[in-house]
């Protein structure tokens, strides 16, 4: 089984920063990507940032400037640097990666999710 799990979501007011982590464990025999999404309510969930081993990034056009996602490939780990947050930020954010696993399957994973306050 692989899991991943996020963590660092919180309350932060306007312009401040979270820094959010996550972490992929379990039978791994390799990742491909890991990327961040987000989810507000009444919205359909958006690609936030992605990264691949490679080291290749892409941002949506709301976080460009703001946001950095960054990996840790020895410890299976992505982060996102999240500066200059606003509200409209609020979201639960959402950890994904494509792994090909222990059990010779290459599949998508999720992480359950952290929850963004972006408020004063």
């Known amino acids: 089984q692989v899991h991943l799990v996020e963590s660092g979501g919180g309350l932060v007011q306007p312009g401040g920063s979270l820094r959010l982590s996550c972490a992929a464990s379990?039978?791994?025999?390799?990742?491909?990507?890991m990327d961040w999404y987000r989810q507000a309510p009444g919205k359909e969930r958006e690609l936030v940032a992605a990264?691949?081993?490679?080291?290749?990034?892409n941002y949506a056009d709301s976080v460009k400037g703001r946001f950095t996602i960054s990996r840790d490939n020895a410890k299976n780990t992505v982060y996102l640097q999240m500066n200059s947050l606003k509200p409209e930020d609020t979201a639960v954010y959402y950890c994904?990666?494509?792994?090909?696993?222990?059990?010779?399957?290459?599949?998508?994973?999720w992480g359950k999710g952290t929850l963004v306050t972006v408020s004063s």
């Open positions: 990264s691949t081993s490679g080291g290749n990034t």
């Open positions: 994904h990666a494509n792994i090909f696993s222990g059990d010779w399957r290459v599949m998508d994973y």
């Open positions: 379990g039978s791994i025999f390799s990742i491909n990507a």
